[in-house]
C-alpha cells in the first residue's frame, strides 16, 4: 500500500457543504404572531375572568376596545382600557391568554421607547412578570420556558447565563417534545455548541439533543403549513449546518455518518487527489476500517493518481491519522524551513485547508490563507479559498436565508473576482462560483428597503467584517 503525499490536506474543493467555524453569532427564528385561538371548552384558567367581574359586560366590552386601539396602534387609549381589563380579568374568558400577552406588546413597546436603564429595567421586569403569570394561569406546554427563553437569548441576554437560557429551551423541549416550538431550535442549537465546548454538558447530552433536534426538523417539516412551513424550512437551513461543529470532536460520529456524507465526493470525482484526501482524512478520522470495500477503493485511487515522494512524510502521516494540531505544527515547519516562496505558500495554504475542512475554524483558515497569497502574491487559490469560506456562512451569519444571509455573497464574489484578475489559471473555478452564488444575491426590493442603493459601500458584519459594494440579483 503507497501512503505518500496524495493524503496532503488539499480538500478545500469539497466545500460545498456548509461549515461551522468557532464563533460566535445571533440567528433568529422569529416568534411568529398568531391569531387569537378559538375557545377550547376542556380548558379553563383559575385566574380572574370576564365572568369574575363585577360588570361582565362593561369588561368585555372594553376587551373588545382595547384589541381595536391595539390594532390601530393608538397606543395611549389601547393601554387605558387594558388597565381596566387586566385589573379584573386578566385570563380574560378563561379560554386564552390573550389579554395577558397583549400586555407584553405593550411593555415591548414601552420599553422600545424609552433609553432610561431605570425605566427599561422596569418594563422588562413587567415583562418577565407578565410571563410568570401565563404559567400560573395557562400552565399548559412549554410555551412560556421557550418564550422567556428566547427573549433572553436575543433581546435581555444580560440578564440571564447562557446555561440559564439553555435550560430554559431543554425544558420547553422535554415538555413539548415533537410539539416543540420552532422558535426553539436555532437558538437551543447554537447555545448548545457553545456550552458543550465550554465543557459545561457533557457529550451524553449533547448527543442525545442531536438526536432531538433533527427529530424536530422532520417532524416539523412533515406536519407544516402555510408560513410554519417557511419557519422551520429556515431552521432547516441553521441548525444541521451549525451541528456540523461535532464534526471536530473524535467519536462523536461514527463511520456511517462519514461515509454518507463525503464518499459521494469521491464517486463524483474519482480522480481529483483533493478529493481524495479530503475523503481519506474524513473516514479515517471516523473510524473507518481500511477493509471496507468503499474505503478499499478509495485508496487505490489515490495510490493510482496522487502518489508522489515528498520529505514531508511526517506531516503526511499526521493528516491520515487525524492528527490535525500535530499536522498543522509540522506544515508549519516545513513552511518556515522552505525557501522556495511557491512551496513555502503551498504548505501555508495547506494550514488553511485544514483549519477549514477539519477544524472548522473560519477564521484561522482566512488568517493562513491570506498569509499564502502574501507570500505568492500572483497566486489565486487563497481567494478562492475565502471566497468559499465567506459564501458558506449563510447559516452562520443569518438564519440561512435573508439579508443577513446573502450579505455573505458580496465579499466572495469579491474574493473570486481578485483571484482570477491575479491568476488566470482559477479563472474557470471562480468564473464557476461567481455564477453559482451570483443569484443568492439580495433583490432590489431587498435593497430598498432598508433605504440602501445599487453600487453603495456597505460592510458586512458576523465573522467576516468586510467592505464591499451592493449588488441585486435582479
Same mark, same amino acid.
Given at each position: *500500500?503507497?501512503?505518500?503525499?496524495?493524503?496532503?490536506? !488539499?480538500?478545500?474543493?469539497?466545500? =460545498?457543504?456548509? $461549515?461551522?467555524?468557532?464563533?460566535?453569532?445571533q440567528?433568529?427564528?422569529?416568534?411568529?404572531?398568531?391569531?387569537?385561538?378559538?375557545?377550547?371548552?376542556?380548558m379553563?384558567?383559575?385566574?380572574?375572568?370576564?365572568?369574575d &367581574?363585577?360588570?361582565?359586560?362593561?369588561?368585555?366590552?372594553?376587551?373588545?376596545?382595547?384589541?381595536d386601539?391595539?390594532?390601530?396602534?393608538?397606543?395611549?387609549?389601547?393601554?387605558?382600557?387594558?388597565?381596566?381589563?387586566?385589573?379584573?380579568?386578566?385570563?380574560?374568558? =378563561?379560554?386564552?391568554?390573550?389579554?395577558?400577552?397583549?400586555g407584553?406588546?405593550?411593555y415591548?413597546?414601552?420599553?422600545a421607547?424609552?433609553?432610561?436603564?431605570?425605566?427599561?429595567?422596569?418594563?422588562?421586569?413587567?415583562?418577565?412578570?407578565?410571563?410568570?403569570?401565563?404559567?400560573?394561569?395557562?400552565?399548559?406546554? =412549554?410555551? @412560556?420556558?421557550?418564550?422567556?427563553?428566547?427573549?433572553?437569548?436575543?433581546?435581555y %441576554?444580560?440578564?440571564?447565563?447562557?446555561?440559564?437560557?439553555?435550560?430554559?429551551?431543554?425544558?420547553?423541549?422535554e415538555? /413539548?417534545?415533537?410539539?416543540?416550538?420552532?422558535?426553539?431550535?436555532?437558538?437551543?442549537?447554537?447555545? *448548545?455548541?457553545?456550552?458543550?465546548?465550554?465543557d459545561? @454538558?457533557?457529550?451524553?447530552e449533547?448527543?442525545?439533543?442531536?438526536?432531538?433536534?433533527?427529530? +424536530?426538523?422532520?417532524?416539523?417539516?412533515?406536519?407544516?403549513?402555510?408560513?410554519?412551513?417557511? %419557519?422551520?424550512?429556515?431552521?432547516?437551513e441553521?441548525?444541521?449546518?451549525?451541528?456540523?461543529a461535532?464534526?471536530?470532536?473524535?467519536?462523536?460520529?461514527?463511520?456511517?455518518?462519514?461515509?454518507?456524507?463525503?464518499y459521494?465526493?469521491?464517486?463524483?470525482?474519482? #480522480?481529483?487527489?483533493?478529493?481524495?484526501?479530503?475523503?481519506?482524512?474524513?473516514?479515517?478520522?471516523g473510524? $473507518?476500517?481500511?477493509?471496507d470495500? %468503499?474505503?478499499?477503493?478509495?485508496?487505490?485511487?489515490?495510490?493510482?493518481?496522487?502518489?508522489?515522494?515528498?520529505? +514531508?512524510?511526517?506531516?503526511?502521516?499526521?493528516?491520515?491519522? !487525524?492528527e490535525?494540531?500535530?499536522?498543522?505544527?509540522?506544515?508549519?515547519?516545513?513552511?518556515?524551513?522552505?525557501?522556495?516562496?511557491?512551496?513555502?505558500?503551498?504548505?501555508?495554504? +495547506?494550514?488553511?485547508? @485544514?483549519?477549514?475542512?477539519?477544524?472548522?475554524?473560519?477564521?484561522?483558515?482566512?488568517?493562513?490563507?491570506?498569509? !499564502? &497569497?502574501?507570500?505568492?502574491? /500572483?497566486?489565486?487559490?487563497?481567494?478562492?479559498l475565502?471566497g468559499?469560506?465567506?459564501a458558506?456562512? =449563510?447559516?452562520?451569519?443569518?438564519?440561512?436565508?435573508?439579508?443577513?444571509?446573502?450579505?455573505?455573497?458580496?465579499? &466572495?464574489?469579491?474574493?473570486?473576482?481578485?483571484?482570477?484578475?491575479?491568476?488566470?489559471?482559477?479563472?474557470?473555478?471562480?468564473?464557476?462560483?461567481?455564477?453559482?452564488?451570483?443569484?443568492? *444575491?439580495?433583490?432590489?426590493?431587498?435593497?430598498?428597503?432598508?433605504?440602501l442603493?445599487?453600487?453603495?459601500?456597505? %460592510?458586512?458584519?458576523?465573522?467576516?467584517?468586510?467592505? #464591499?459594494?451592493?449588488? #441585486?440579483?435582479?
Amino acid at each position: *500500500m503507497k501512503w505518500f503525499s496524495w493524503l496532503i490536506p !488539499a480538500f478545500v474543493l469539497l466545500f =460545498g457543504y456548509a $461549515c461551522t467555524p468557532k464563533i460566535a453569532e445571533q440567528t433568529i427564528v422569529a416568534v411568529p404572531v398568531q391569531a387569537e385561538p378559538e375557545p377550547k371548552p376542556e380548558m379553563g384558567s383559575t385566574c380572574p375572568r370576564f365572568s369574575d &367581574a363585577p360588570n361582565e359586560d362593561e369588561v368585555i366590552e372594553q376587551y373588545v376596545l382595547y384589541r381595536d386601539f391595539l390594532k390601530a396602534e393608538d397606543w395611549e387609549r389601547a393601554y387605558d382600557y387594558w388597565q381596566k381589563v387586566y385589573a379584573v380579568a386578566p385570563a380574560a374568558d =378563561g379560554q386564552r391568554n390573550t389579554v395577558l400577552a397583549d400586555g407584553i406588546v405593550f411593555y415591548e413597546h414601552f420599553l422600545a421607547n424609552t433609553t432610561d436603564s431605570g425605566e427599561r429595567n422596569k418594563w422588562i421586569d413587567e415583562i418577565f412578570k407578565l410571563y410568570d403569570q401565563i404559567a400560573v394561569c395557562y400552565p399548559e406546554g =412549554g410555551y @412560556i420556558q421557550a418564550r422567556k427563553g428566547f427573549d433572553l437569548y436575543y433581546k435581555y %441576554r444580560e440578564r440571564a447565563s447562557k446555561r440559564e437560557i439553555y435550560d430554559l429551551f431543554k425544558e420547553s423541549i422535554e415538555i /413539548d417534545g415533537l410539539k416543540t416550538n420552532d422558535f426553539v431550535v436555532n437558538p437551543f442549537t447554537a447555545l *448548545m455548541i457553545d456550552l458543550f465546548f465550554e465543557d459545561q @454538558i457533557p457529550v451524553e447530552e449533547v448527543k442525545k439533543y442531536f438526536d432531538v433536534i433533527n427529530e +424536530l426538523i422532520a417532524n416539523g417539516l412533515a406536519d407544516c403549513s402555510g408560513n410554519g412551513c417557511d %419557519r422551520w424550512q429556515i431552521v432547516k437551513e441553521y441548525a444541521p449546518a451549525r451541528l456540523e461543529a461535532f464534526e471536530v470532536v473524535e467519536g462523536f460520529f461514527d463511520c456511517e455518518y462519514y461515509m454518507e456524507k463525503y464518499y459521494k465526493d469521491f464517486l463524483e470525482a474519482s #480522480t481529483d487527489c483533493d478529493v481524495i484526501r479530503t475523503v481519506y482524512s474524513r473516514l479515517k478520522w471516523g473510524g $473507518c476500517p481500511e477493509t471496507d470495500e %468503499r474505503f478499499r477503493n478509495l485508496i487505490q485511487a489515490g495510490n493510482t493518481n496522487c502518489v508522489e515522494e515528498s520529505d +514531508l512524510e511526517l506531516a503526511y502521516q499526521a493528516l491520515r491519522d !487525524a492528527e490535525y494540531d500535530k499536522a498543522i505544527e509540522l506544515f508549519q515547519s516545513a513552511a518556515d524551513s522552505e525557501e522556495r516562496l511557491d512551496k513555502k505558500a503551498t504548505y501555508t495554504l +495547506l494550514i488553511a485547508k @485544514i483549519y477549514n475542512a477539519h477544524l472548522k475554524d473560519f477564521p484561522r483558515a482566512r488568517q493562513y490563507a491570506l498569509q !499564502a &497569497a502574501g507570500i505568492r502574491p /500572483d497566486w489565486g487559490e487563497p481567494y478562492i479559498l475565502i471566497g468559499r469560506l465567506y459564501a458558506s456562512s =449563510g447559516p452562520l451569519c443569518g438564519p440561512g436565508r435573508g439579508w443577513d444571509s446573502q450579505v455573505v455573497v458580496w465579499p &466572495a464574489i469579491d474574493m473570486w473576482t481578485k483571484a482570477k484578475n491575479l491568476d488566470a489559471s482559477v479563472a474557470g473555478e471562480a468564473n464557476k462560483w461567481i455564477s453559482t452564488y451570483r443569484k443568492f *444575491m439580495p433583490t432590489k426590493e431587498d435593497v430598498f428597503i432598508r433605504n440602501l442603493k445599487v453600487g453603495q459601500s456597505f %460592510r458586512v458584519g458576523c465573522w467576516i467584517q468586510e467592505n #464591499t459594494l451592493i449588488r #441585486t440579483v435582479d
